[in-house]
């Protein structure tokens, strides 16, 4: 799995991202992402999800994503969403550690897993899918609801705008700051804490958090989905996105 590593330590696995130094996130990292996912699953009782010291990620592949016909976009997509659906609902704790930028589909990585530590040093987060023409995903919409409020939300996913580490904590969006160099042995010893907790009690009340965001998500995938991509081919979003990938 050329995308990810899996590193061991104890009851926790540490699944980094490693396709180059934006960890973009193309088709193969989404199917290594999801064969890691489940590896963990089964092998460890806890997870901390890192990426790169630059970038966590800068979000979707656009480059490759691009050249896809809706047919092909249609698969991607289905099998993005089932990862970040699959993140969001594992049964053991985990926590993302963003030592670099996270964009875009960087922030919907982060905003599945249970808690989030970040960087005390000016690195960005954000949802800026409006500003390429782009809804922000059902699912990582009602996450962030969920964490920050409606109203805190609704600025977050109108505008688009980027927020530092320390702006997001003020709002709850990210949990901890660190310096660089502390952020992931930290998300270690946080994940190893609640790794020790009784596991069945702990995935009840995980499930119990996310329980009216499952069956919301469940009950509209299809729906949604198909709006995502009706924005995302649309002539306006297509040449917003193009100009976007000039940057990758």
């Known amino acids: 799995m050329s995308n990810i590593t899996i590193e061991e330590r104890g009851q926790v696995a540490i699944l980094r991202l490693t396709n180059g130094v934006i960890n973009a996130i193309s088709p193969g990292l989404v199917d290594d992402f999801s064969k890691g996912l489940k590896q963990i699953q089964k092998e460890f009782k806890g997870m ?48 993302c550690s963003m030592e670099g930028h996270a964009i875009a589909g960087g922030t919907i990585f982060a905003l599945c897993c249970d808690f989030r ?39 977050i996913l109108y505008y688009g705008d980027f927020m530092t580490m320390p702006e997001a904590k003020e709002i709850q969006l990210v949990d901890r700051l660190f310096a660089p160099e502390e952020i992931e042995e930290e998300a270690v010893k946080e994940a190893v804490k609640l790794a020790a907790l009784p596991g069945p009690a702990f995935a009840v009340m995980k499930f119990n958090r996310i329980e009216m965001i499952r069956l919301r998500r469940e009950e509209t995938m299809e729906r949604k989905n198909k709006e995502f991509l009706d924005c995302w081919f649309s002539p306006t979003a297509q040449k917003l996105l193009k100009k976007a990938s000039l940057t990758f």
């Open 48 to 95: 901390v999800l890192a990426g790169g010291s630059k970038f966590f990620s800068m979000g979707l592949d656009l480059p490759s994503l691009l050249k896809l016909d809706r047919s092909a976009m249609t698969v991607f997509w289905e099998k993005f969403d089932d990862l970040i659906f699959d993140l969001f609902t594992i049964p053991f704790p985990t926590v």
């Open 117 to 155: 530590f970040a960087t005390n040093i000016p690195k960005k987060l954000g949802l800026n899918e409006i500003k390429l023409g782009l809804p922000v995903p059902y699912l990582p919409d009602l996450v962030l609801r969920q964490l920050v409020g409606d109203r805190a939300a609704t600025k």
